[in-house]
């Protein structure tokens, strides 16, 4: 009986180092949530943004050559189907942030990734510091722009204007990917939040176009559906 003392005191220790263990790595994923900076704009910076923002949302199709399209959306879905079970809503999901990311002249993969980092595919996430939904916004930019009403946690919106603010800090820093995730990060100049982007996108959702090879049975690849 003088050992339970010990073992319940070892126990609690225990339980306590795993409960600070966890808030930590809450802490951690909550700094790297996005964090934009507000900075005034021009006017003319200002009306080239809320003209990126205002266009009709996307049609429920993707941008580029169907086929080649089509295998990018049965691959990314398989990828993506132990964070988003239910298949429509993935699809969806899918078929936005490629029309959003090439509309904004993206990789659809380097935004995969960024999405993987920032919110980890959650469409009601919200950082420590306000920003919101998949893409981790700052609210300021709906007001900077000019559509107070938009809603950051709607998927279209929150995509477009994630893509929209990452077009806009490649443009600034001339193309420097590693400088344009620092700006959308709020830590201009470090390298933990560009190099977990980068992991992400080369890890999980780096493609290239399968190589098909027709046999004499099946000349013609099968056309697969959307899991």
């Not at 490629?98 to 920032?118: K, N, S």
């Not at 559509?147 to 204007?161: I, P, S």
């Amino acid at each position: 009986m003088m050992n339970a003392p010990i073992r319940l005191n070892a126990l609690a220790r225990c339980l306590f180092d795993l409960l600070a263990a966890a808030a930590l790595a809450l802490a951690s994923a909550a700094a790297m949530a996005g964090n934009q900076q507000y900075e005034p704009l021009a006017a003319s910076v200002r009306a080239a943004l809320y003209h990126a923002v205002s266009d009709a949302m996307p049609p429920m199709r993707l941008s580029g050559n169907i086929e080649t399209q089509l295998v990018w959306l049965l691959d990314m879905s398989r990828r993506l189907e132990k964070r988003i079970p239910n298949r429509d809503y993935r699809v969806e999901l899918l078929t936005s942030i490629h029309y959003e990311a090439t509309r904004a002249g993206l990789d659809p993969q380097l935004v995969l990734g960024l999405v993987q980092v920032e919110s980890n595919f959650r469409k009601y996430a919200v950082s420590k510091a306000g920003a919101r939904g998949y893409m981790q916004v700052m609210p300021f930019w709906v007001k900077l722009i000019g559509r107070e009403d938009d809603n950051l946690f709607h998927m279209h919106t929150n995509l477009r204007y994630g893509c929209t603010i990452l077009r806009h800090y490649l443009d600034i820093e001339k193309g420097d990917l590693y400088r344009a995730l620092g700006r959308y990060n709020g830590s201009l100049g470090r390298p933990e939040y560009p190099n977990l982007v980068r992991k992400a996108w080369e890890s999980n959702w780096a493609w290239t176009m399968p190589q098909f090879t027709a046999n004499e049975d099946n000349p013609e690849p099968a056309v697969a559906s959307v899991r």
